[in-house]
C-alpha cells in the first residue's frame, strides 16, 4: 500500500535523525513541515511517528504535538546489547549451517572489509559480511534481526579508524568460528562484538 510505504519512509528518516543527534531530545517534530517536506498528507506522518512512539522514540502528546522522546546513552548501549544476543544467536546458526561456498564468501567479505578505505566502503564490505551470517539464521530470525536493526541508525557502526580496526578483529574471531563450526564461540564473538560497537557509539564524539 502507497500509504504504508510513505509512512514506514518517514518513520526511517525521522528515526535516524533521532538517533543520530540531528533531532534533539525533546524537540517537538513539526508534522506539517514534515508532510509538506515529503510531498504527502498528514495521515502517513502521524502513523510514522505512533510507530515510533512504540519504538520509544516519540512522545505523542494530545493538543501538544509529538516530541523526540529523552534517549539516554545506556539505552542506546541496551539496545546494542539485545541485537548482539540475537544476532550472536545468528552467528551460531551459521557456524552449523553455511556451506562451503558461502564460507569463502564470508571470508572474501571480511578481506574487503580490511582493504577497504573510508567510511562508505567499509560499511558495504560490513554490510555484506553480517548479511552472509544473517542469512543462515533462517527467515524468523533474520525478521526480528531486522527490527532490532531499524531500531539503530543506519550508519551505527561508526568506522573512524580505531573502531575499524577493532571490529576488523572482531570479524576475525567471529570467522574463525564458523569456519571451525564452533557455534558457541562464533556466539559468543559475535556478542561481544555488538555489546563494544555499542559501546562504542555512546562514547565516541559526535561529528
Same mark, same amino acid.
Given at each position: 500500500? @502507497?500509504?504504508?510505504?510513505f509512512a514506514? /519512509?518517514?518513520?526511517?528518516?525521522?528515526?535516524?535523525?533521532?538517533? %543520530?543527534?540531528?533531532?534533539?531530545?525533546?524537540? *517537538?517534530?513539526?508534522?506539517? +513541515?514534515?508532510?509538506?517536506?515529503?510531498?504527502?498528507?498528514? $495521515?502517513?506522518? !502521524? /502513523?510514522?511517528?505512533?510507530?515510533l512512539e512504540?519504538?520509544?522514540?516519540?512522545?505523542?502528546?494530545?493538543?501538544?504535538?509529538?516530541?523526540? +522522546? /529523552?534517549? +539516554?546513552? &545506556?539505552? #542506546?548501549?541496551?539496545?546494542? &546489547?539485545?541485537?548482539?544476543?540475537? =544476532?550472536?544467536?545468528?552467528?551460531?546458526?551459521?557456524?552449523?549451517?553455511?556451506?562451503? &561456498?558461502?564460507?569463502?564468501? $564470508?571470508?572474501?567479505?571480511?578481506?574487503?572489509?580490511? @582493504?577497504? @578505505?573510508?567510511? =562508505?566502503?567499509?560499511?558495504?564490505?560490513n554490510e555484506?559480511?553480517?548479511?552472509?551470517?544473517?542469512?543462515?539464521?533462517? %527467515?524468523?530470525? *533474520? %525478521? #526480528?534481526?531486522?527490527?532490532?536493526?531499524?531500531?539503530?541508525?543506519?550508519?551505527?557502526?561508526?568506522?573512524? %579508524?580505531?573502531?575499524? @580496526?577493532? =571490529?576488523?578483529?572482531?570479524?576475525? !574471531?567471529?570467522?574463525? =568460528?564458523?569456519?571451525? !563450526?564452533?557455534?558457541?564461540?562464533?556466539?559468543?564473538?559475535?556478542? &561481544?562484538?555488538?555489546?563494544?560497537?555499542?559501546?562504542?557509539?555512546?562514547?565516541?564524539?559526535?561529528?
Amino acid at each position: 500500500m @502507497k500509504r504504508e510505504r510513505f509512512a514506514e /519512509e518517514v518513520a526511517t528518516e525521522l528515526r535516524e535523525m533521532i538517533l %543520530s543527534g540531528r533531532l534533539s531530545l525533546g524537540e *517537538r517534530i513539526d508534522q506539517d +513541515a514534515v508532510a509538506e517536506a515529503h510531498g504527502m498528507s498528514r $495521515l502517513p506522518v !502521524r /502513523e510514522a511517528l505512533i510507530a515510533l512512539e512504540q519504538e520509544g522514540l516519540v512522545v505523542n502528546t494530545p493538543r501538544r504535538g509529538a516530541y523526540v +522522546a /529523552e534517549l +539516554a546513552p &545506556e539505552d #542506546v548501549h541496551d539496545q546494542y &546489547e539485545v541485537y548482539g544476543l540475537v =544476532a550472536g544467536l545468528a552467528a551460531a546458526r551459521a557456524a552449523e549451517r553455511l556451506t562451503i &561456498e558461502q564460507l569463502a564468501d $564470508l571470508r572474501g567479505a571480511h578481506e574487503r572489509f580490511i @582493504k577497504a @578505505k573510508g567510511g =562508505a566502503a567499509q560499511q558495504r564490505s560490513n554490510e555484506e559480511f553480517h548479511r552472509i551470517i544473517n542469512h543462515a539464521a533462517g %527467515s524468523r530470525l *533474520r %525478521s #526480528v534481526l531486522g527490527l532490532l536493526a531499524r531500531s539503530l541508525p543506519s550508519h551505527h557502526y561508526m568506522f573512524d %579508524s580505531a573502531w575499524a @580496526k577493532l =571490529a576488523a578483529v572482531h570479524h576475525e !574471531r567471529v570467522l574463525l =568460528a564458523i569456519e571451525r !563450526r564452533d557455534p558457541v564461540g562464533a556466539r559468543a564473538a559475535m556478542t &561481544e562484538h555488538l555489546v563494544a560497537s555499542g559501546h562504542h557509539r555512546r562514547t565516541a564524539p559526535r561529528s
